[in-house]
């Protein structure tokens, strides 16, 4: 079965960085986008980055755009998020998610079909 594995996530000063992976297995990786998602207490899930199947194109929405990259290894079925000067806003927990769709609305958690455990993320003040 398709299997999102989320590690990396911890504890860090604000203007730190983290750096999160997400391992899959279970699917053919390069077949799917793939999406950084996050959910704080209280809030809705939100998309902050999302990958095409050859990591050409990659989506950021304005919260996060140019702190957080987004990229991907197919060969070894890995996608990170790596997430520079971050504020104690970005606390959440975040999720990696993966859909065989060629889709156009990103930042939808409708679109993704699968969906991994998550990981904490806490930065301080």
């Known amino acids: 079965q398709v299997q999102l594995v989320e590690s990396g996530g911890g504890l860090v000063q604000a203007g730190g960085s983290l750096t999160l992976s997400c391992a899959a297995s279970?699917?053919?990786?390069?077949?799917?986008?793939m999406g950084w998602f996050r959910q704080a207490p209280g809030k809705e899930r939100e998309c902050v980055a999302g990958?095409?199947?050859?990591?050409?194109?990659?989506y950021y929405p304005n919260s996060v755009k140019g702190r957080f990259i987004i990229s991907r290894d197919n060969a070894k079925n890995l996608v990170y998020l790596s997430m520079n000067s971050l504020k104690p806003e970005d606390t959440a927990v975040y999720y990696c998610?993966?859909?065989?769709?060629?889709?156009?609305?990103?930042?939808?958690?409708?679109?993704?079909?699968?969906w991994g455990q998550g990981t904490q993320v806490t930065v301080s003040s």
């Open positions: 279970g699917l053919t990786f390069s077949s799917y986008f």
């Open positions: 990958i095409t199947r050859s990591a050409s194109s990659t």
């Open positions: 998610a993966a859909t065989p769709r060629h889709i156009f609305r990103y930042y939808a958690t409708e679109e993704y079909d699968y």
